[in-house]
């Protein structure tokens, strides 16, 4: 199985500040990858895929680069809504696993 | 709209059985690959399996945690995909969410249930 780690686990950040989240797959991946900000009580919410392709609608203060194996991404300016915790997916090859997510807080 | 509705979450005994249900609407279902995406309460996310489309060949992938003891299967006469959950263990425990996974470079979740929460505990 191929194993997601994010780093760091947990952060606090401040509005307007640059944020980034790196995940790191156990193998090469081949961009295969997708990355979901969840809030609270909520379903997850797709931002990104394919490494850096964002999700329509999503805003473009969101970026996701990487190759390989490394993977980030990255929020430009933190708006007081983007405090929730992030998670990736691979989807290279099954099961597809999410790292154990990035809890960006205040 | 893509709308996607679990159901069928409750409390049940460890050892007993359980199915989840999958309402969707608003897309084609038969031509996707339906998943199921489970959250232990204050855990990360943990993918259970999916099912693929008919058009190829409807199979199916488990997570090895699970992998025995569930069954995903699908209608597509009334877009509902279903979890069968067998021989339940404390440790099921979570929110489970339905998705739908889209193929575009790679696949991914492009919609979410609002989950059903699945108590496992005697």
């Known amino acids: 199985d191929i194993q997601m780690t994010h780093s760091p686990s947990s952060l606090s950040a401040s509005v307007g500040d640059r944020v980034t989240i790196t995940c790191r797959a156990s193998?090469?991946?081949?961009?295969?990858l997708a990355w979901y900000q969840q809030k609270p009580g909520k379903a997850p919410k797709l931002l990104l895929y394919?490494?850096?392709r964002l999700e329509s609608g999503v805003p473009s203060r969101f970026s996701g680069s990487g190759s390989g194996t490394d993977y980030t991404l990255t929020i430009s300016s933190l708006q007081p809504e983007d405090f929730a915790t992030y998670y990736c997916?691979?989807?290279?090859?099954?099961?597809?696993?999410f790292g154990q997510g990035t809890k960006v807080e205040i | 709209e893509v709308q996607l509705v679990e159901s069928g979450g409750g409390w049940v005994q460890p050892g007993r059985s359980l199915r989840l249900s999958c309402t969707a609407s608003?897309?084609?279902?038969?031509?996707?690959?339906m998943s199921w995406v489970r959250q232990a309460p204050g855990k990360g996310l943990e993918w259970v399996g999916f099912?693929?489309?008919?058009?190829?060949?409807?199979?199916?992938e488990y997570a090895a945690s699970v992998r025995g003891r569930i069954t995903i299967s699908r209608d597509d006469s009334e877009s509902i995909a279903y979890l069968q959950m067998n021989s339940l263990k404390t440790e099921d425990t979570a929110v489970y969410y339905c998705?739908?996974?889209?193929?575009?470079?790679?696949?991914?979740?492009?919609?979410w249930g609002q989950g059903t929460l699945v108590t496992v505990s005697s």
């Open positions: 998705t739908r996974a889209t193929y575009s470079f790679t696949y991914y979740f492009d919609y």
């Open positions: 608003g897309f084609t279902f038969g031509d996707y690959v």
């Open positions: 099912i693929r489309s008919k058009a190829y060949g409807g199979t199916t």
């Open positions: 193998q090469g991946i081949s961009n295969s």
């Open positions: 394919a490494a850096s």
């Open positions: 997916q691979q989807y290279y090859s099954t099961p597809w696993t």
